[in-house]
């Protein structure tokens, strides 16, 4: 089955200094036997500590080199720190050179696709400006992706991006074969009910929280994306408060199952 766990899975256990990205990379691989990586720059070095700043090359080189060590696949890279949106145009200077950085970055680490955000949660209200300007600057950065051979776009994480209405009218404008939509499933602030549906043709990948996880509404939510013909990985995402080690087997467990049922 294509699953794989979502690096802010063990935010808390990093927080607590007993894991890295490295950690990460062997739970995965020898504890839960994936051979998937889904990376969050958050947990990197050198970022861990300023989310707008760069992880050094020399640790990206390293984190490669674990990756192919364990014969691991990126399925995608969750970046914050580079969204596309701010009111202060200098800050979206800074945050689009942040998002033209981790592209390449997710091409030497051998990624296959790059969550970028619309913006932060000041986002809201959208304005016709930020609309426009999200736009042509995802159809520059679907440009740079087609030509390393990634996807690209945003996750209804916040602000303006919660309203499956703006990732739909954002994904028609863009129009771009590299550009997609990584769906946090059932996460919206507006018309959760059909959400899903609304932006399932451009989803490139999935975030599977503990909530949805555990929802009456879970297999029907999977079933709203194989229904378009959805073929990717589903991304466990769950920060579970405490005991993160069984509350992850649960989880993928659980996902099997709705997986199975679907069968």
């Known amino acids: 089955m294509k699953i794989s766990i979502g690096g802010f899975s063990f935010f808390n256990t990093m927080k607590e200094g007993k894991m890295d990205t490295f950690g990460y990379l062997e739970s995965s691989k020898y504890r839960y036997r994936l051979d998937t990586v889904d990376l ?75 969550r970028i955000d619309t913006g932060d949660k000041s986002s809201v209200p959208e304005t016709e400006e930020q609309f426009e300007y999200t736009v042509k600057k995802f159809q ?24 499956p209405h703006y990732l739909k009218k954002v994904a028609e404008a863009v129009n771009h074969p590299s550009f997609g939509i990584l769906l946090h499933m059932g996460r919206w602030d507006v018309d959760e009910e059909i959400g899903d549906s609304l932006v399932a043709p451009w989803v490139y990948h999935t975030h599977f929280d503990g909530k949805t996880v555990a929802s ?24 579970s408060p405490a005991n993160q080690y069984l509350e992850m087997d649960w989880a993928i467990a659980s996902v099997k199952r709705i997986l199975t049922n679907l069968k």
Not at 147 to 152: K, N, R, S
């Open 140 to 163: 520059e950065l679907s440009q740079i992706a087609a030509d390393l051979g990634l996807i690209v776009g945003p996750e209804n994480h916040m602000g303006t991006a919660k309203n």
């Open 216 to 239: 009456s509404k879970a297999e029907e939510l999977v079933k709203t994306l194989l229904d378009v013909g959805y073929d990717g990985y589903w991304g466990i995402e769950y920060n």
């Open 40 to 114: 969050w720059n958050g947990a990197f070095i050198g970022v861990r500590d300023d989310i707008f700043s760069l992880p050094d090359e020399a640790y990206i080189t390293k984190l490669r080199e674990a990756i192919d060590e364990k014969e691991m696949k990126v399925v995608n890279i969750a970046v914050d720190g580079a969204h596309m949106w701010d009111e202060d145009p200098d800050k979206r200077k800074l945050l689009f050179n942040n998002a033209v950085a981790y592209l390449k970055i997710s091409d030497t680490l051998g990624a296959t696709s790059v």
